[in-house]
């Protein structure tokens, strides 16, 4: 892939991409994926599976086996059309593309506002109550001395900052559709830029809806957007979907594991292998995709069914095998909710993840012995 380093000169480098941020243990499978794209893309090697993100792959398993073996023998960033679809790998995922439209500022402006949108759409309530009204925000935030109540004043304001930028924004694509010329100097410009600064800073401390961690990948989105040509804004994304698409993997992984051949969840593995495929596929494909409508009903109908799940307990079983299984359903939705809540950001919710492989290990752990006798 040809990586166009002057747009990752200057003022483009100094901003940190945090979806690439981490590096990764290493597997014994692990294979090459991008650790960070500031002036080029370096490969490095990455835990994770090699399982490929086609729904095409639950009903043609030779299909996977084809694109797994092509994922392992490919570099980052190859292109090729599989199926029909044009797709890059990154991370051992072959990630569905789209093209990207001209870079044009109004063409910036309307994937800003969508991603301003999108981040409002999952973080927790409130971000968008002030509007317009920056001063009014800003002075609220300075004023207050709860530090409780300042996070979430400090919300408020990141949420009036991104409305302003928008509104800077906005205004300059107006003047340039009137012959006006913008140049990358413009005040404006740098005012819009200092204000996607500071919402990134606020944002830091702002939590999913859910209550789970906050979702720093969203918030530096518009930023990028802002930075980036639109070409390499994609090419981001699609680095941000395969380690979406392997976290994916790993939680699904990790809550199998739990219930590997224990007659009680009989059947509990192809529920969550089927939610984790969906989810995947979900990830790569954008909402103005003709696919969308099936691909959305796959996904929420596989969400739906693992939720429903009942293990199979005897009657007059003793009270800590029912323990046993009631926990285990607890563990299932905890962890049907925690891929719903990631497939619809669209980005990693790592701290999440951790705690729930955590949840998943403790549980395998305490209930062990019910677990291999249950086995046997």
């Known amino acids: 892939m040809r990586v166009r380093r002057s747009t990752y000169a200057g003022k483009t480098a100094r901003y940190r991409l945090s979806i690439l941020s981490r590096r990764r243990s290493i597997h014994p499978t692990r294979i090459f994926c991008f650790d960070k794209v500031v002036e080029s893309y370096r490969a490095v090697r990455c835990r994770g599976t090699s399982s490929v993100v086609v729904m095409l792959a639950m009903a043609d398993p030779s299909h996977a086996t084809r694109l797994r073996t092509s994922a392992q023998e490919s570099p980052p960033g190859t292109r090729r059309t599989i199926d029909g679809e044009a797709r890059v790998h990154y991370c051992g995922y072959w990630v569905k593309t789209y093209p990207a439209p001209a870079d044009t500022l109004r063409a910036k402006r309307e994937l800003i506002v969508a991603l301003t949108r999108r981040l409002f759409n999952h973080v927790e309530h409130g971000l968008n109550i002030p509007g317009h009204r920056l001063e009014e925000a800003r002075a609220a935030y300075d004023q207050e001395p709860h530090e409780g109540r300042k996070r979430v004043i400090g919300a408020m304001l990141a949420g009036a900052l991104f409305n302003r930028a928008t509104d800077i ?32 800073h606020l944002g830091k401390t702002v939590l999913h809806r859910s209550g789970e961690e906050g979702i720093d990948e969203l918030w530096g989105e518009p930023m990028k957007a802002f930075t980036l040509s639109i070409e390499d804004f994609y090419e981001s994304r699609y680095v941000k979907i395969a380690y979406t698409m392997r976290e994916i993997d790993d939680i699904s992984d990790a809550l199998g594991r739990v219930f590997e051949g224990v007659p009680m969840f009989h059947g509990v593995a192809t529920l969550i292998r089927e939610l984790s495929e969906a989810a995947k596929r979900k990830v790569e494909v954008l909402r103005t995709d003709p696919e969308i409508f099936d691909v959305w009903a796959r996904f929420a109908v596989a969400a739906e069914n693992l939720s429903a799940f009942q293990p199979f307990v005897l009657h007059g079983h003793d009270p800590s095998q029912r323990e046993c299984a009631m926990q285990g359903v607890q563990l299932l939705r905890a962890g049907k909710g925690l891929l719903y809540h990631i497939t619809r950001a669209r980005v990693r919710m790592p701290k999440s993840a951790r705690d729930f492989i955590a949840r998943c290990e403790l549980y395998r752990e305490t209930h062990f012995g019910m677990l291999r006798a249950l086995s046997s």
Not at 184 to 189: A, M, R, V, Y
């Open 169 to 200: 924004f906005t205004k300059l694509v107006e003047m340039q559709a009137l012959g006006i010329e913008i140049r990358n100097d413009n005040p404006l410009l740098r005012d819009c830029e200092g204000h996607f600064q500071e919402a990134l």
